[in-house]
Nanobody, 117 residues
Framework: QVQLVESGGGLVQAGGSRQLSCQSS????????VGWYRQAPEKQRELVATTRGGNINYADSVKGRFTISRDTAKNTIYLQMNSLQVADTAVYYC????????????WGQGTQVTVST
């Protein structure tokens, strides 16, 4: 059973930084894709950053400010967020995809990030 547990959310001032962590209950090598999504109030969930193999994909809105990384030894995925903006306020979800034996997506419970002026 795969469980993803996010941490690191909270209240931060605009221009500040925050690091989110996502602890997986299974080895990250199980997944071919890991990443982060977010959902702001009354908006659809949107991609923030994903990594698959050596490829990393960022939403245009976070390019140059956010960095995704993974520590396979710790089974943890990180999202370093710098130069935070009020528009970054959302619930952030950790995401992984296991292609075998049946392609399956896994989601964490979400962690709230609130950016204040």
């Amino acid at each position: 059973q795969v469980q993803l547990v996010e941490s690191g959310g909270g209240l931060v001032q605009a221009g500040g930084s925050r690091q989110l962590s996502c602890q997986s209950s299974v080895s990250l090598i199980t997944f071919n894709t890991v990443g982060w999504y977010r959902q702001a109030p009354e908006k659809q969930r949107e991609l923030v950053a994903t990594t698959r193999g050596g490829n990393i994909n960022y939403a245009d809105s976070v390019k140059g400010r956010f960095t995704i990384s993974r520590d396979t030894a710790k089974n943890t995925i990180y999202l370093q967020m710098n130069s935070l903006q009020v528009a970054d306020t959302a619930v952030y979800y950790c995401y992984t995809h296991d292609p075998y034996p049946v392609p399956t997506d896994y989601w964490g419970q979400g962690t709230q990030v609130t950016v204040s002026t």
